[in-house]
């Protein structure tokens, strides 16, 4: 697609409910990332996909948290038993070279995820 | 872990005024971007300058890499410049292109 698809837009889940958070990257980016942007602060580093493989994860903040990217497009994090602090949005980024470097990223719209 | 400090926080203009906002970052750095989130929360990429300075339309950018600061200058404001500008570097120890945010600097734009 024309550019970086995140779905849903919003989500509100109960504490303990499972959710799942789709990116669309654009069509033959080979790197995609997620990050996590609590209100009010810069977005922070959670992963890093590779094509499918997922060549970093070290700022997934638990166990709770999952991420694939199985056929090296569509991304899919998943959190399970979901908690208050988890409440942030939740960005996609790709980029068609591996890493980010000097082509930049190319941000989705975000997902929304209320915890209540 | 490597720090990136962004000042001011926040700063109000009137629409034709310039500014200067800036970004300093405690470690060396492999890469380093300027975004833009719009007030909808929509990144949007300004910048790529991990060294030296760029140009685009009213919006220019410099970094110097010696000295771990970077600035972003925006000239002859508009409306639509208002949102949050972040400054986001690539420590040169990360290894895998993450990007390290700043707090970010609020721009209002005023008519």
């Known amino acids: 697609g024309a550019g970086v698809s995140q779905s849903p837009r919003y989500k509100v889940a109960k504490r303990g409910q499972d959710v799942a958070l789709r990116c669309d990257p654009i069509s033959g980016h080979v790197s995609l990332f997620w990050y996590q942007q609590a209100l009010g602060q810069g977005p922070e580093f959670l992963t890093y996909f590779q094509n499918e493989a997922q060549l970093d994860k070290s700022g997934l903040p638990s166990d709770r948290f999952f991420a694939e990217r199985p056929e090296g497009s569509v991304s899919t994090l998943k959190i399970q038993r979901t908690q208050q602090e988890d409440s942030a949005v939740y960005l996609c980024a790709s980029s068609p070279q591996t890493g980010g470097g000097r082509y930049g990223y190319t941000f989705g719209s975000g997902t929304r995820l209320t915890v209540v | 872990g490597i720090q990136v400090e962004q000042s001011p926080p926040d700063l109000i203009l009137q629409e034709g005024a310039n500014s200067t906002l800036r970004c300093n970052f405690s470690?060396?750095?492999?890469?380093l971007q300027w975004f833009h989130q719009n007030p909808w929360g929509q990144l949007i990429n300004l910048f790529y300058i991990p060294s030296g300075t760029k140009q685009n339309g009213r919006l220019s950018a410099t970094t110097v890499a010696t000295e771990r600061y970077s600035l972003l200058y925006i000239s002859s404001s508009q409306t639509t410049d208002s949102g949050v500008y972040f400054c986001a570097v690539d420590p040169t120890t990360s290894g895998t292109y993450k990007y390290i945010f700043g707090t970010g600097t609020r721009l209002k734009v005023l008519a």
């Open positions: 470690d060396s750095v492999n890469n």
